[in-house]
């Protein structure tokens, strides 16, 4: 080779060494994350980055897939809501397509949730999301139990237990799913935050399961309950927060027992804190988990409608998110003819109907977990006079970008200790000893008739709900039905931490089965419940003391006893009630106070637009009055300045204040009680008038300076709306705010200035003819947020409007104008 | 013995980065059309030229995708949500399909440029066709 080309291919080396290196540079950079953006390369890739979003935003018209796993063919038909209606001839295939279609529609959905339910959520969000340890809401997950209670629940099911199949099929499906679509069919999310899911197992579904079940009957109330005694003394908390509340209608009206005293260990502030401040980071982090979370039932039997037959309706309030918390489909073939609502993530429905009965459940709110007060030594503990060892599990949490962190799980013989801020207090749960729901879920699938329905809730421990039934043989019922500890103690032992060295507040077993509220065909014709306490004073357990106050439950009293020919219109009418009970017994109190003065008859002298507003108004929380604004503010400043001082002179500002029927009590029956006085200003005895006048004058203030000073302009939904988060927090990926009407305490809830919770789907069966039931739930079936049916429904909900069902029996039986789109499974 | 290798003009530079681009998008793996490019540079040989031509070769291929998915697919709606999720307006949208076009370019023009110099140096050009780059 010559010098001259020598140098030519020296310079030839030199720029495409360069040119390599500008390669590697930008190649590096675009697989690379930038802050919180997934890798830009993979994004805009045409092939797998975010544009198959928009490829796959809809279902093809017709497709046909197959698989090996299958015993047979499977048809889906998706109706024009999206709406699948899987048909299969065995158990096995029915719940491999249920898998299949959930995860096609929610996969995302589903593996968030199960990291949320088995504490892996650093391991896509990384140690911290804004000022949330997101490694801490892990290990509170891991310490409470549920990824262990759901391994050892499934390595407890055999092959002979109603559930086996349906899980394990199920799980195949969702992995069909996954194999399938591979990496570049994965929805948005996962794009965004740039991992892919892991295959599906049956643990899974049941940590689900474990999660929504701690979401409805974990709480820590005993600890703020404590904290509270301690600093306001024992008398102010049995008055303030008695077992039985006032005014409520039972559930079952039958009566209860009122304990004694509980001692109080010196650290309980210190835990209480602890333990509400790890609840509210994981509700902050997940949406999943907040206060107002409940529900209604009711059904009301033929002598009471237009059909001669039964009619039942039911909404639970759960948090209002996107995608919905609920999936619709109907599951037909291997003895299921089932239509309603499932979570995506677990097998069959959870709440619906089949062509004989409708179901519905509210949530109990039992006690059902204890804590115990642990005296703990090094690696032991103390129990019934001797020192044992402490159980330890070593949990490693991975962190996105980060080391792996191990956490060590101490366990006594109560159970896991999740405190040891001021004391350390372990966990006793029912979720122990009921940790598998799904055989109850499916025996409601299947059952043929009433007694066929209440045995499968024998298999239903926690949570504990208030299930409503009704058949189309005219039998309508009510149970609160779960898993009562019943504690060595006796009374009310339970309500507050307890000693856990002695051995003597045991769980020595559970309420019976036939001895749980339940009422079948009662004189009245009709069911209900929202979260009222179960029964009065005359029952002989206690259950609990943490009832809704009582008011949605007074509205469909009333509704249901002065409606005798119920129509769907009346049921619909009344699941969008939106008067407010409360209101109505309270605003005579405020005339009362702001029009009173010593020489009658009196003007008010304050406020008198605000108070004009209150007295023309119908007591209907709807967004376009101005009265329903005045109220909620007043009702709010009410509270605090009733007990807000007492609660901040005890320095306990930040726990919970009483519930609002408890100011309904103090006003009607205790009018001079000291809690009306403001211990801020001790020369001065403040009466109920000085402190009802005193809230409406800062409930006034509030709105004329948000909504200014002409009060005839005011809107209830200028200041409250709903809103329905993504469960990334992306608002691109949300909807709402839409003004709204409602509040905390109407049967149609909406609680808080944006309301988040709410009715999570609602049903009116109709049993005289199941083809005429409807239902509805905020959001829709896809969790594509490109896809029409990512919020059709949520459109329908809004305007309180509803859908009917196509409820097909066979696959002729799907009418064409109900099929949108099919989807053949067929075995390879 | 020294094998020489002839150049091929731009039509081929640019068809086979193209068809290439096209068939590696449906692997999902992006980062391969820089390999697009190289083939195509490295039957080139001509470096600039090369870049140019890839870059548009496998622009053209990610582009026909997108155009695909703008006529076929709620590719706007897309493109809008995702500035959206960025925090920026929604009527930024079109920013998406040109990003994703310059990404597919420069993957595919890089590709080209370092496919260029290795064939020159794999393959020196024929005294013939040598000319200054």
Redesign the interface.
Known sequence: ?DPE?KDL?RR??A??FA??V??VI??VL??TPLGI?PP???L????????A???D?EHPTFQELTFSGLDGTVTVYRDPYGIPHVFAATEHDLFFAQGFVHAQDRMWQMDFMRRVARGELSEILGAKVGTLDVVEVDAFIRAIGLPSLARSSWANTTAADTSYVPLRSYAEGVNAFLRNV???GLALEFK?LNYGPRDWNPEDSLAIGLFMAWSLSGSFEDAELAALAQALGMPAVDELFPILGPYQRPVDPRPGTRGGDAGFTPGIREAARDLLRKEDALAALTGLRGPWLGSNNWAVNGSRTDTNRPRLANDPHLSLQMPAIWYENQLVGAGFDVYGVSIPGIPAVILGQTRHHAWGFTNVGADVVDLYSETVSGDDYFFEGAWRPLERRAEVIRVKGGNPVTVTVSSTVHGPIITTEGQAFAMRWTARDAANLLAAVLGMNTAAMWTEFREALRDWGVPAQNVVYADEDRIIAMRSNGLYPIRAGGGDEGRFPMDGASGTHEWVGFVPFDEQPESVNPIEDFVLSANQQPQDDAYPYYVGSSWDPGYRARRINEMLENDTSVTAADLQRMQLDTLDVMAREFVPFIEDAVMYCANPPCTPTVMPDELAALLAWDFRMDADKAAPAIWWRFANHLREEIFGDEWEAAGVADLSLPLPNMMEYLLKEDNASAWFDDVRTPTIRETWRDTVVRAFGFASSDLRSELGPDVATWRWGDVHARVFPHLTQ????SRGPFPSGGDSLTVNVAPGDLASAGPSWRLLADLHDPTESKGVYPGGQSGN??SRHYDDLLDLYLAGEYHGFALPATVADMRPAWIESTLILRRT | M?VHRQRHDWRTVLFATFLLAIL????????LA?LAGYVGGFLGKR?RRDFGLAFLGAALA?GG??LW?YLF???G??AS??V???GLSGGLGFVVPI??LL??G??GG??G??GA??G??AY?PSPASSSSE
């Open positions: 080779m080309t291919d030839v080396a720029k495409g040119s390599v500008l390669s930008f190649l675009l697989s953006l830009i390369g993979g805009a890739n045409p092939g797998g980055g975010i544009w979003i928009a490829v935003a591979g990496t570049p965004l992306l608002d691109a990926l947020p490109l | 020294e590696f998008v449906y692997t999902g793996v992006w980062q820089f470096p990610w995708h997108l998915f697919a709620p590719a709606a897309l949500l995702f959206q999720i960025l990003l994703t990404i597919a420069l993957t890089l590709g440029l370092v110099y290795a020159q140096l020196p």
